[in-house]
Structure formats: C-alpha cells, structure tokens
C-alpha cells in the first residue's frame, strides 16, 4: 500500500497560489502549525482560507497571504481577540465572508457529502445576509414551507489538519476530548494533509485509542507528515496543552520582529529551537 | 450574614442565576465569569437539573465529574435542538435585542475588529439567549447595533416564521439591574434595578428610550444560603469583584 509520508515542504510544494485552502483545529486548539509555517516559508499567496480561525488566520493574514477569508471568527481563546487578523480586517486587507458557526460546520457537511448546500435554521435576521449577498434561501418542500439559508458547499482544494497518532498510509487518530471537525475538512477537499504529533504502525492505532478515535481515514488523505509539536503553540491535548506564555509574546510581539526571531529560519527545527531558546531566556 | 453586605457583583450572580429557573433538563451556557457563577449557583440551588460544560468537550457536573461528552459539533447540534439557554456578552445591543459582537465601524473595514459573528445567528433562533454587560453604558445599549450578529424581534419578524419559531430572548443583566422584552412591540423594558441603583442613572447609562413601570422593583435579595454558596463555595477567590465593582 501506498506510504503517504513527506515533510511539510513536500505538502506546500503540492499547493499552488489562489487555492481554497481548509484548516482543521479551533480557534487556538489542534492547528496544523507546522504547516501553516511551511506555507509561510513559501512564496505561496492569495489564499482562500476556510477556518474556525485562531493564529493559523493571524498568521497568514500577517504575512499577507490570505485574499479571502471564509471563518465565523478568529480567537486565541485566552485571549479572545486574534491580533493580527484584527489588523487585517481594519486595513481591509482581505475579503471576508462571515458565517455563523453552524453554517460553517453545515458547509462543510454539504462539501463532504457531495451537496450544493444545506438548509439551516441560522443567518436570517442577522447582518450575515447582510454581509454576504450571494447567500440564497430554499423552501421546505413539505407541508411546513418553512424558508432557512441554504448554506453553499464549503470544497476546497486542500486540506491541512493535526492529529496526535497517524499511520503511514494516512489514518490519523485523535486523542483528545474533541475532534473538531478535521474529518470533515478532509472530506470536504480535494487533497489532504494529516501532520500528526506521531507516525506510528497500523497497529498501534487501536491500542492508543477506542475505534472511534481513529477520526480519518486513508481515503481522504493526500499526505501524511510527522511533526512533533507541531500544533504549537496552540494546544494538542492529551500530548501538550496551549503554550500560554508564547502565545502571549505572539500576541503582544510586532508582527516583524516575531516573524524575523521564529519564522525566518529554513524550516521547522529552527522554529523549535527558537523557541526552545526563547523559553531558556525566560528562566 | 446581613443582607445590608451583599456586593453589586452579588446580586448580579442572582440576577444572571435567575435567568436559569425553570429551565429544567437543558444545557447553561454561561459565557463569561459573572454568568458562570450565576449558572452553578442556579444549578446549587432551585435548578439542580441544568447541565454544564468544562469549558471544553466534556458534560460536568459540580464537582468536575464527566458525565457526557459534548465536543463542538455535538454542542452546535445541542443548539439547533434547542436543549440549552446560552447567556452571551454583548459589545452592543439594542431596544429590540440585536446585538453585536463582530466588529464596530462599517462591516467592510472596521473601525474596531472584535470576535466575528460566532454561534450568535445560529443561537437567538434556535435556542434562549440572554445577555450579559458587566459595564452598562450608552457605548454598549445603542440605538442601533453595527453588526447584528444575534438576531432582536423586530429583525425576527421582520425574517418570518422560521426565524420566529424557535426565537426567545429571556434576559438582559447588566451591571445596573435586568431587563427583559416587555416593553411596547418586544422593546426593551427594565424589569429591576440592582439595588443602590436609580431608574434615572440606568436610563442615563442607556442610549435608547427604555420602557419601565411607574415603579420598577429591586432585583430580589440572596438568601443567606446563597450568599454563602457565592462567597465559600462559588467564587471563593471573590474573582466576582473584578468584573463587577462596587
């Protein structure tokens, strides 16, 4: 069977500019940070990203990459306020379509299922209609005639999600309280890309977790890519919670002299080891 | 224990607790410090049905223990179900209750970005949804909401009958005292004041007309056994004091 392992710059080399790009995880909790950096160490741009964002948006957007955004918000859960795509939306440096956070999971429902759209109770009333004018409603065709949003297919072309376990051939497993909704991202895309905190055999899948962690499957993976701590410094419970006290430098850090002491080394190593050192320092 | 000491931030835990009485078997989703207390205190007390989440995937009740499993997906489905009572901030709202937390400024650029729309849309049609200003003023009780994130009545309405079926805005608790919708055409009315509060001071603290009886109560007294649950149990660390003072 076909091993499916490649580093993260093997993953960005398979991505283009102006690609509708997925990103699992929420708000600052299981994001696929290693591959985020990679995308930045590229010259990758004009981005359509679909996200629960956290620093995966503020990245990007810092970094002027992203020219849509498709998210219901963007948070660093501690810190509720995500600087940097804060920045972004008052300088209008991207397109934003703002859905609500049930229309974006059922979005990503009709993209996985194969569907134009799915009808949901959320939207109306609100200035999401407002906002985005192409949003149509549909008619319930039984007895009700209840009117609801028809909420569009949420497809892209790749996905990027991190998972704590996978196996060469692209299963990955969570092991954590929530799956989010990275099975659906990677159902909803074209190609898709599973880091995981580690690669393991097949076997020992089922011996780190219940059946019903093992939340995606071979079939809708593209890639897999070993990246040990590479969520952070968003949280990957069981394996490490949210590096609190980073976050905060990141939160609170120029976005140039940030990027400049962990993102412009030649790949992830020189981000860990920034870290690391940053971390020394504050001892 | 007297009455006489009972803190502002105190009666507002009363005031957001009682938003929960009566609500049975349902999901208290409590967004904010001064909620949360209000929501495990109701739960203490003359709600003891009411299911509460660790802040993550898990169902728990008082003392931490699991006993369901509630990850987003399934939470966002709780929603539509209608099995909850969420009490969310507002960065502004109106007489009708729409209310804001996605940005301040024109939609397309902003002045202040602040969270996104977020489960608000889904939440005001689907399941009840309270508010909860820790600092009332004309800033945040407007005229008129920059981004109507969760939906208020006249925007119900004005959407039809499958906005309307499910929609209920139980309560507004500020610092200041509580309000509901029962004012002229499900306007804002002021249904007490937390006490060494005025009606006057309140109206000036708001920047729409606010309906009001000829003689608007106190929001109620804590019992001596809620007090102390607030004070020994609750929020021991009296972290209360630090979004309400005085």
């Keep these: 069977m076909t091993d499916k392992t490649m580093t993260p710059d093997e993953v960005v080399g398979r991505l283009r500019s102006g690609m509708t790009l997925g990103i699992g995880g929420w708000g600052s909790r299981r994001k696929p940070m290693a591959l985020v950096r990679a995308l930045l160490r590229s010259e990758i ?25 498709v998210a219901p918000f963007a948070t660093l859960d501690s810190v509720p306020l995500e600087p940097h795509f804060r920045a972004a939306r008052e300088r209008a440096a991207f397109t934003f379509t703002e859905l609500d956070e049930a229309m974006f999971m059922w979005g990503l429902h009709a993209a996985a299922n194969r569907l134009p759209f799915l009808p949901v ?15 149509r409603t549909v008619t319930s065709p039984y007895d009700d005639a209840e009117e609801f949003v028809a909420v569009p297919a949420l497809r892209m072309d790749a996905a990027l999600v991190h ?111 920034a870290v690391r050192t940053w971390h020394e320092e504050q001892q | 224990m007297t009455t006489a000491t009972t803190t502002r931030a105190e009666y507002c835990v009363i005031a957001c607790a009682e938003a929960w009485r009566g609500d049975g078997e349902v999901l208290a989703s409590p967004m904010g410090l001064i909620p949360s207390f209000g929501a495990r205190l109701a739960k203490r007390t003359f709600s003891p049905d009411l299911l509460l989440t660790d802040g993550e995937a898990m169902l728990v009740g008082l003392d931490g223990t699991a006993e369901g499993w509630l990850p987003y997906r399934r939470h966002l489905a709780m929603v539509t179900g209608g099995k909850r009572h969420v009490m969310m901030g507002a960065s502004q709202i109106d007489r009708f209750g729409n209310q804001n937390i996605s940005c301040i400024g024109e939609w397309e650029r902003p002045a202040r970005q602040l ?128 979004e309400v003072r005085g």
């Design chain 1, 45 to 69: 741009t004009d981005l359509t990203v679909i996200s629960y964002g956290g620093p995966d948006v503020g990245l990007l957007a810092a970094a002027g990459r992203i020219r849509r955004l």
């Design chain 1, 121 to 135: 109770r959320a939207g109306l009333g609100s200035d999401v209609m407002r906002v985005n004018p192409e949003l």
């Design chain 1, 163 to 273: 998972l704590n376990r996978a196996d060469r051939l692209g299963n990955g497993q969570y092991l954590g309280p929530d799956p989010y909704f990275d099975d659906l991202f990677c159902e909803a895309a074209d190609t898709a890309y599973v880091s995981c905190e580690q690669l393991v055999e097949t076997a020992e899948l089922s011996k780190a977790g219940p059946p019903q962690s093992l939340l995606v499957s071979r079939h809708c993976v593209t890639g897999v890519v070993e990246t040990p701590n590479g969520a952070h410094f968003t949280s990957c419970a069981p394996d490490y919670g949210r590096d609190e006290a980073f976050q905060k430098l990141y939160a609170t850090t120029p976005w140039p002299e940030f990027a400049a002491r962990f993102l412009s080394g030649a790949g992830e190593h020189d981000y860990q080891s």
């Design chain 2, 115 to 242: 969270l996104g729309v977020r489960g608000a849309p889904v939440n005001t049609l689907n399941n009840p949804v309270s508010y909860w200003v820790p600092k009332h003023s004309t800033r945040v009780f407007v005229a008129r909401v920059d981004m109507v994130s969760g939906v208020g009545h006249d925007r119900a309405v004005a959407a039809g009958p499958s906005a309307t079926r499910y929609h209920r805005l139980p309560r507004v608790v500020s610092d200041l005292g509580v309000f509901d919708f029962a004012g002229p055409g499900h306007t804002m009315r002021l249904a007490s004041v937390h006490p060494g509060v005025t009606v006057e001071q309140v109206r000036a603290a708001t920047g729409f007309e606010l309906a009001a009886a000829d003689e608007v109560p106190y929001t109620r007294e804590p019992t001596a056994q809620e007090l102390r649950l607030i004070r020994e149990v609750i929020d021991a660390e009296g972290l209360r004091d630090r």
